[in-house]
């Protein structure tokens, strides 16, 4: 990719946000914040995740 292209990429993405409503940014933030995985299994893998639920699910 070129330099020019890169600009030009980033200027049109610059213009889209700015030319969305506060209250469209707000609710992608928000959409994009719920995807999220949980914490433990961002940092630590799907292992410490299953300890975790296996020993939620026993307590109750």
């Known amino acids: 990719m070129k330099t020019n292209d ?3 990429y980033l200027t049109q993405t610059v ?3 700015a ?3 506060k209250e469209e940014r707000v609710k ?3 959409e994009r914040k719920s995807e999220k995985s949980p ?3 961002r940092w630590f893998g799907i292992i410490p995740y ?3 639920l296996l020993i939620k ?4």
């Open 6 to 8: 890169y600009v030009k």
């Open 15 to 17: 213009v889209k946000y």
């Open 19 to 21: 030319e969305q409503p």
């Open 28 to 30: 992608i933030r928000v």
């Open 39 to 41: 914490f433990l299994l």
């Open 50 to 52: 299953s300890f975790m």
């Open 57 to 60: 699910r026993r307590k109750h």
